[in-house]
């Protein structure tokens, strides 16, 4: 099944939930893992990009080219990571959680295997910063250009601290 | 399996939340009150995630929602003409190493970082690159393996040499000499010279700045205790082969990873990409290991003359790319030069260097900038096309031209172009309108043609024929179920591919694309031909009209590995000589390499080595090895 993708973006832009979702579906999956392997905590990447898509929708309008669709909200993504990663270093209260209870007292509905946790705590041992940059590239195959575009910086730099996050995660993960 | 290949299938296996799944976020934004769809954002206004689990589970319980996963079309982006400006012809030579300081921390403040090379860095688990293997004129095969130099006849295998690398970059022949390429990490201070006496050094020991050698892990500790910094290095060992065993002669070493290397007219050729320490800092202008790239030679260690530096106009890395000639013969008369900040990709020719950088200016680009390496460096050109050159074997040259494949993926679309550019670097042809809508992970070059890879390397999505003007699609080519091409000779293009029934090799018409012989065979089941995608496996001679496939198969005895030959004759098509199964029943060997020298075939693996005729695939002999 195929979209007509400016269609949709003018449908969401005037307010139609199904038209947007329509889009979202096309970027949720990465949204949430660049958001998890960022965060290391399923809560709080959920927040994320919940939030991430609350304000997508609101400033759709925003948007003039409708096929950036994909990095535009990739850049929302990012600001609201790094915010997130700010509160970490500013509490100080930074745990990995796998299991939860919601306000109600239910378990979290999603549960990672055991290769994502392996995964997850490979990442966790980069810094914030490279967490973000590797995920993007991992996860959506951005290039340093883009990824300098979605979260600010200079390409070369970008290049640069992806090859050694890759390379430092490699040798977590490998021992090689 | 590829690391990165690894990481992204883990990294998919992680499953979203439900309450992030289309059809949820679809009611819990039809549930968002009013007021934050108009103009201003609603800052105050942040739902939890409770509270939008609360909203889910009300909304679902009033409606109903047909969930489906919708495909997303890719959409060619525009082709657009791209401005002049953009394109970089000015040099400049510094005269002395304050110059050069006062450019290179130019560049380092404004977060010009070290560069990777077109070979890029490849994470693979035994991914095979082949093996060097080169023959003298008295018929005698060299090849290096596992840190030695193996000589092979009829009579049998030798260890003519012991070298420092376990992994050469290449090995060559010229008259009595064996040159052998590889590379080392050196461990030096600032203040001494080294003394090079690399042939005796195994790869994961350290030269320190007094020329003692220390051996395995300590001697990481010794620099880091010493405050001395690892840097990479290229070298070319000389051997006189003339005496039937290897006698070493001599060395050369220059800073930086293996690029590209070739011999013409008694010099060796050698080009590395050089990552120095970052010292740009004001006082180290004395430091020039920190800023300067060097080279070893008679057990010397000098630094690239200042005034033998080129800096481009727009350059934005600290990276060096150094190119140097030296006698092949006595390994003496070193003339070296560098060219500063040259780019994240680079491409070598026996004559060009070709670097690439990628900018944007409303869109992605890549610059592209030529240099006459005949003797010494010197610019030739530049020239720009859209998009983003790909990671790796994105630049070729054929016939004088320079095909370029790149990856558009700005304003949220993807597609692929790939320019061809004349000996001036102006765009002469273009594939982008065949290539549209493709996602283009990998190109494969081979004489006129290119394979378009999008998901794998074994089922190229189109092939192109890149010679005609426009370039067309090769049906033919395609049909055939070719994955692998290689030029075969003049006007003849051989394919590899695999179907259904088994491996099939094909043969074209390499002006028209016409498919003018082809024979099938290796039918068995579970057939693994690594050739198919790696093309150094295969053996392919011109002269004698000969073609070798190593393939492997499984059945309920165990793995076998058989070697096939072909040869071609253009009036009746391809003709099987015979195979033979090089290895018993043992997965854990490998191939390694395969020529012919004479009438004989020597196929070499890790346990032994092979001879047969080459006129029926008959065993002459059978050595083992260790």
């Not at chain 2, 976020?25 to 769809?37: G, N």
């Not at chain 2, 739902?47 to 319980?61: D, E, K």
């Not at chain 2, 026996?350 to 010494?376: C, H, M, P, R, W």
Request: charge should be negative; aromatic fraction near 8%; proline fraction near 2%.
């Amino acid at each position: 099944m195929s979209i007509d993708f400016a269609a949709c973006v003018k449908k969401a832009q005037h307010g139609d939930a199904d038209a947007f979702a329509e889009l979202y579906s096309l970027v949720y999956k990465d949204l949430y893992r660049i958001a998890l392997l960022s965060l290391n905590n399923q809560h709080d990447a959920s927040d994320v990009v919940s939030d991430t898509v609350l304000e997508a929708y609101t400033s759709l309008k925003d948007l003039r080219n409708e096929n950036a669709f994909r990095s535009w909200i990739m850049k929302i993504l990012s600001a609201k990571i790094k915010r997130k990663q700010k509160e970490y270093a500013q509490v100080r209260n930074y745990q990995t959680e796998l299991d939860d209870t919601d306000g109600n007292g239910q378990q979290g509905q999603s549960e990672i295997n055991y290769e994502g946790i392996e995964v997850m705590d490979g990442f966790r041992q980069l810094g914030e910063e490279d967490r973000l940059i590797l995920s993007l590239d991992v996860v959506s195959g951005y290039k340093s250009e883009e990824i300098a575009e979605i979260v600010g910086g200079n390409a070369n730099t970008i290049r640069s601290k992806a090859a050694r996050a890759r390379e430092k995660l490699k040798r977590i993960l490998t021992g090689k | 399996m590829d690391f990165d290949r690894m990481l992204k299938e883990r990294i998919e296996e992680i499953d979203v939340p439900k309450e992030l799944e289309p059809d949820n976020i679809a009611l819990m934004l039809k549930a968002v009150p009013s007021k934050m769809q108009q103009e201003q954002r609603a800052v105050s206004v942040r739902p939890s995630r409770q509270i939008i689990m609360r909203t889910l589970t009300a909304a679902a319980a009033c409606i109903a929602l047909a969930a489906g996963f919708v495909a997303y079309m890719d959409q060619a982006a525009p082709h657009t003409q791209l401005e002049s400006e953009i394109l970089y012809k000015d040099v400049e030579q510094p005269q002395t190493y304050d110059d050069l300081f006062n450019i290179y921390t130019q560049i380092s403040l404004a977060g010009g970082g070290q560069s990777q090379t077109a070979s890029g860095i490849e994470y693979g688990d035994g991914a095979f690159a082949g093996t060097d293997i080169v023959k003298a004129e008295d018929g005698t095969v060299y090849y290096a393996d596992g840190g030695s130099i193996y000589s092979l006849t009829a009579d049998g295998v030798t260890v003519c040499a012991d070298i420092g690398s376990a992994d050469p970059a290449k090995i060559y022949i010229n008259g009595n000499r064996l040159i052998v390429i590889s590379r080392k990490t050196i461990y030096s201070s600032f203040e001494s010279a080294v003394t090079l006496q690399t042939s005796e050094v195994p790869d994961e020991d350290a030269i320190t700045a007094d020329g003692n050698i220390i051996s395995g892990t300590s001697a990481k500790d010794h620099s880091q205790d010493q405050g001395d910094i690892g840097r990479i290095c290229t070298v070319a060992d000389i051997y006189d082969i003339s005496g039937g065993n290897a006698a070493a002669l001599g060395s050369y070493m220059q800073s930086g990873d293996y690029i590209s290397s070739r011999i013409a007219e008694g010099q060796l050729y050698l080009v590395t990409d050089c990552v120095v320490p970052h010292s740009a800092e004001p006082g180290k202008e004395t430091d020039l290991d920190g800023y300067v790239p060097c080279y070893f030679i008679g057990g010397e260690k000098k630094y690239v003359a200042a005034e033998d530096i080129i800096v481009p106009a727009n350059a934005s890395s600290t990276g060096y790319t150094v190119v140097s000639s030296v006698d092949a013969d006595r390994c003496s008369g070193a003339s070296v030069k560098a060219l500063l900040g040259s780019s994240s990709m680079i491409y070598c020719t026996d004559s060009t260097l070709y670097t690439a950088s990628v900018g944007e200016k409303d869109q992605a680009y890549t610059t592209i900038t030529s240099f006459d390496i005949t003797n010494g460096i010197e610019y030739k050109a530049s020239g720009s096309v859209e998009g983003t050159l790909l990671k790796y074997g994105g630049m070729d040259e054929y016939d004088g031209c320079l095909r370029v494949a790149t990856r558009n993926i700005s304003d949220g679309t993807k597609g692929t172009d790939i320019f061809v550019l004349d000996s001036a670097l102006s765009v002469v042809n273009s594939a982008g309108k065949l290539l549209a809508g493709e996602n283009t992970r990998n190109v494969s070059f081979d004489g006129r043609y290119a394979s378009i890879y999008v998901t794998d390397r074994t089922n190229p999505e189109l092939i192109v024929d890149l010679a005609s003007n426009p370039p067309v699609i090769s049906e033919d080519m395609m049909n055939s179920g070719a994955s692998m091409l290689h030029e075969f000779s003049d006007g003849l293009t051989l394919g590899l591919g695999q179907d259904d029934d088994g491996l099939v090799l094909a043969m074209f018409d390499s002006a028209t694309g016409a498919q003018l012989s082809e024979i099938s065979f290796a039918h068995e089941d579970n057939i693994v031909c690594d050739a198919l995608t790696h093309e150094k496996m295969l053996l392919v001679d011109s002269e004698r009209k000969l073609i070798g496939v190593p393939l492997s198969y499984s059945d309920g005895f165990g793995v076998h590995s058989i070697y096939y030959l072909f040869s071609y004759d253009g009036g009746n098509g391809f003709a099987a000589r015979g195979n033979v199964e090089y290895i018993d029943l043992d997965d854990s060997r490998i191939f390694k390499a395969a020529t012919v020298s004479g009438d004989t075939l020597y196929i070499i693996s890790d346990a032994r080595i092979v001879l047969t005729r080459t006129s029926d695939m008959k065993v002459i002999k059978s050595f083992e090895i260790n």
